[in-house]
């Protein structure tokens, strides 16, 4: 038989099957429940917040699906055309003012066999991304809990590099974009092996040894040979053990006692140019010049320069503080970019940025209305940047899965962006842009 017939076969007879225990639990759902379904039922469906709703629960494991998408209006048309980088070469800024819907997230968890034996996989599409390699991602990590202080991994997650690398997506005071100096100096999403866990009441920690910054979008056959990137991060949480839900920013939570927070992180890696994924890929973090510029661009240093290899280390330390509706949080950020290999590298000397981020937040309605107002700087020297902005957060059933966020930045010189974030390379002058996330 062909494979062509024998694919349509299988494919009609799984539709078959659906709509049969479909129309089963049609059936089901007329008749006069027995005793105990309802209440089964209601497990069955029930909803964890930060886990989703549970599709399955059984003696050999379970299965919860968790959906984050937002729709945005973005406007940079008041975004100067161009800028000149530090070497005197002018670039256009591509000025957007469009409405996408930005991105899909499907999330699958649970365990299986044992409650030790956990999975986290999700499918990660966005949509300002289209046509580039990694517009699509189907990843997630397969861990074993030990205990409380130690659970062990493999698989994709994110590099353990700055505050908004710990888990806390989407959790932030803006809907899916950080701040530019956190966007400038962070590490992404790569495949590795990780360990984390609790040493002491409110005392965490991760650790990560990976295959690069950024794997996203890059191919096996791109990556350099071995494991060559390391990061690792420590937060204490002093007063209350506990910074709200999930870590996240912002006090949502009404804290009734002063909660505290001071973080932690050090990242190595040797980075290969080939092993760089694009500029505009889902989620990527590329080795830049505080003036916007690839550090692997040809001729960048001069004609017949070329950076092939090059050693990036970062260190960031965090604060914050929340209490009865306020917060306020701040990270400072050091890089050294040294050891450069390639053609004609051998006079390029090491460079040190550094940045900072302070964050203040309040809850003007509790559990309905939040507001803020944030900055950024990118110190270094191939040029600085900043940035300025506020925004308004309005939940609109008194719940975080639904909310509405509106965002103003004033944007100096700024050093990084890609098409799925609102700020782009160079951008100077003021954006606008508006979102409606739904995440449960």
Known sequence: MPRGETVRRVFRAVLAAAAAFSIAGVGRAAETPSPGTAEENKKFLEHIQGRGFRLF??????VYFRLFSYARYLNQKGLD??????????????IRQDVQLNKFTAYFSGWFLSKQFRYFLWIWSANTSQGDPAQVVAAGTLSWVFGKAATLGVGIAS?????STEGQFPNWLTVDNRLTADEFFRGSYTSGVFLEGEVAPGVRYKAMVGNN??????????????LNTQSVEMNWLPTTGEFGFNGRFGDYDDHQKVATRLGAHFTHSREDAQEQPGTNNIENSQIRLTDGNVIFLPNLFGPGITVQRVTYQMASVDAGIKYRGFSLEAEYYWRWLSNFTGTNTGGIAEINDRGFQVQASAMVLPRTLQVYLSGSGIYGRYGNGSEVRAGVNWFLLEKQGLRLNAEWIQLNKCPVGYTSVPYPVGGNGAVYHANLEVNF
Do not use: I, K, M
């Open 159 to 163: 590099l353990p590099t700055t505050r």
């Open 81 to 94: 055309p161009s800028y000149v980088d530090s070497f005197g070469t002018t670039h256009a800024v591509q």
């Open 213 to 226: 910054l950024s794997q996203l979008g890059v191919s096996a056959s791109q990556l350099a040979s071995g």
């Open 57 to 62: 629960e059984g003696q050999d494991g379970e």
